[in-house]
Structures are given as structure tokens and as C-alpha cells.
């Protein structure tokens, strides 16, 4: 489900956030927020896959590959991107200022940030702060709010997942509302669980789920230079998923995950409305996946729901595009309940049917290729003026 205490429901970890200033003019917003675990945490992460990578990920990276964490500090109003070696070693002294407060090694704080590209991160200002901040089960709410920018509402979740080994929690928190697109989208996303998981499998499930929700969702096409999924597992719980416990495990894990990448697509920029589009029949699960990904991202589509216009074909026409094998003899396409395409022709359906389908929210596509047994879904949201006006004032 989602709500209640999110990145905190897992046993053994505390949140809290502090107002830094990040961002000249917004000094009254939360900016800057830690989540730390009693005890040492394997870890797995995700990072971009854009060629210009953030100096907080190059950190982060460092860090997780190390060894155990214990904590992550994160701000908001400033990416620390294109900051050269300065922004690494900025990085670096956020991650040391987090590291005095607690205790423990500046190697076991992981550090990300989200916001303007190409300035100076004040780390003097967020250093100032952090001494400040209260860590409570309670900090939840808190760090969901300091880790938005563009966002209109913060995104949290949480799962208690029942194994024959005993209960495990996993709580999660999300930002991201521009510049989402797979392959890692520009979103941070911080999931904790008190399962005593060893980190081979936990980095394995946290590359699967990955995959399957925050790389199949899209708002606007662009991809950023902070993308990062963390997750940390304490071991509080004391039950260490196997076989079969780990399956489930696994779910519950994706299911979080799933939950926070719904919820960055709607809040999109912009957006209206959020549709999803499931793929069948194609010749490989690749294939699906690349055809439902690029059918979320076509700005033909997306206009047309924004709308409400009945032009179907530019589903069909994405499709053909995508790099999938694509026989539009064999295709179908579905609106909603209505069959639209069967086998390379249209249907007689009318032009006001199709216009109320697109019009509902969420709005469900489906197309069928008839070339395999693979299939894939993907989320995406429409494309609306807002959207210009919101990114067009960025800055200011």
C-alpha cells in the first residue's frame, strides 16, 4: 500500500529533514534530508545511464561498492552536475559532514542530489544544517518533502511481507516529475527493508526491479545526470529470505518499487491523465518491451490522450517504429474495452467511442503483435502546455 511511514516503516532506520537554503529565493522550503539505519546496511543501487553523470552518483557508486552503508544524505535545489572536480569533492564533503554526526565511516554514507544542473552545490550551507535535523520513525514525512522539485506531492510506500521465516518490512521514497524516461529517469529513489539479505541477492532483485518499473516509465523523454535507486537492508527483522521466502521477498520489493514509479508518472509534469500500455505476442520480451516503451514516449500519443483524439494509428505507428518486430498483418490494438485493429485492418468503430476512452484516466492500451509470447507494460503520462510552462521557468 501506499502512505503511512515509508522510508521508516523498515525496523531499525530513522529520517529526518532540515531547511538549508539550497536554492537562492527558497529558503523556507525543507532542502536537505538523512535516512540512517541503527546498524550496517548491505546495499544495492541504480544509477543513470547518461554519459554525464552527477558527482553525487560517482560518490554513491564508490561508496556501495565498498561495502556496507549506514546512511543517505540528499538535497534538493542543486544536481552537483557539470560541477567538474569541485562537485566531487563537494560529494564527498557532504558525505564526511553526515559521517561526524553519526559516527561512522564518510564510506558508509551514500549521497544524492536532484535540482539544477550546472551550479556550485553551497555544501557549507547543508553541512550547517545537518547537525540540526531530528532522525525519528516519524521523519518520514519530512524527507519526502525535502527531496521534490518539481513534484506537486511527495511519493511514499511501504509492504510487510509475510515469509515462512518470519515478517519483513520494506518502505520506500521517491522524487521525480521531469526528465523521466527509462533507463533510469530523473528520480531518486531510496527503499529500506529489515531482511537479513545477502548483497549478491539483493543487488540481483534491485537490477530486476529496476527494470521492470522505473525503466518502463516515461513522462517527457529526457533522460538526467543524478538517476539513482538505493536500497538498504539492516538485517533488523533477524529473517533471511531463502528459496522461496526469497521470491516473495523479491515481490514485495518490486512491488514498492512499482508503487513509487506509478506515482512519479503521475505527478508528470503537466499531466493530466497517466496510461498504460501492455504489449503481447511479441517475438521476444525484449521486443515488448522496446514497443511499449517507445509507444509512452511518443508525443503523438501523448497529445492525442491529452485531447481526447481518436487517432489510434499513432499507437500502431509507434510500435512500427520502436525496433521491435512489428507485422501490422498480425497486429491488434485495443482502447480501453474496444478493439480497434485486428489483424492489419481497421475496425468500424465510432470516432466518439475511441474520443471517451482516451479520455478516462487512467487510459489502458494494448497491442498485440501475434509474432511470440512476449509481452511487457510500461506507463506513461500525456503531454500537455503546462508541461512547456513549468520547464520553460525552471530556473526561476
Known sequence: MSGGRGITYARGFRAGAAKAGVKHGRPERLDVALIVSERPCVAAAVFTTNQVIAAPCVVTRRHVERGPLRAIVVNSGNANACTG??????????????????????????????????????????????????????????????????DTRPKVSEREVHLAAGTVRIGGVAKGAGMIHPNMATLLAFVTTDAAVEVGDLRRIVSHSADTTFNAISVDGDTSTNDTLLVLANGASGVAPKGADLAAFQEGIHTVCADLARMIVADGEGATKVFEVRVRGAASAADARLAARTITNSNLVRTAIHGGD????????????????????????????????????????????VRSLFAADPVEIEVTLGLGDGQAVAWGCDLSAEYVRINAEYMT
Open 310 to 353: 481518436p487517432n489510434w494509428g499513432r499507437v500502431l505507428a509507434a510500435a512500427g517504429r520502436s525496433g521491435a518486430r512489428v507485422d501490422d498483418r498480425r497486429a491488434s490494438v485495443r482502447i480501453g474495452t474496444l478493439l480497434v485493429y485486428r489483424d492489419g485492418a481497421p475496425l468500424p468503430v465510432a470516432d466518439a467511442d
Open 85 to 150: 572536480e569541485q562537485g566531487e569533492r563537494d560529494a564527498i564533503a557532504m558525505a564526511e559532514a553526515a559521517a561526524a554526526i553519526l559516527g561512522c565511516s564518510p564510506y558508509e554514507v551514500a549521497v544524492a542530489s536532484t535540482g539544477v544542473i550546472g551550479f556550485k552545490l553551497p555544501v557549507e550551507r547543508i553541512a550547517a544544517v545537518l547537525p540540526t535535523i531530528a532522525l525519528t520513525e516519524s521523519g518520514w514525512d519530512d524527507t519526502s518533502r525535502a527531496i521534490m522539485t518539481t
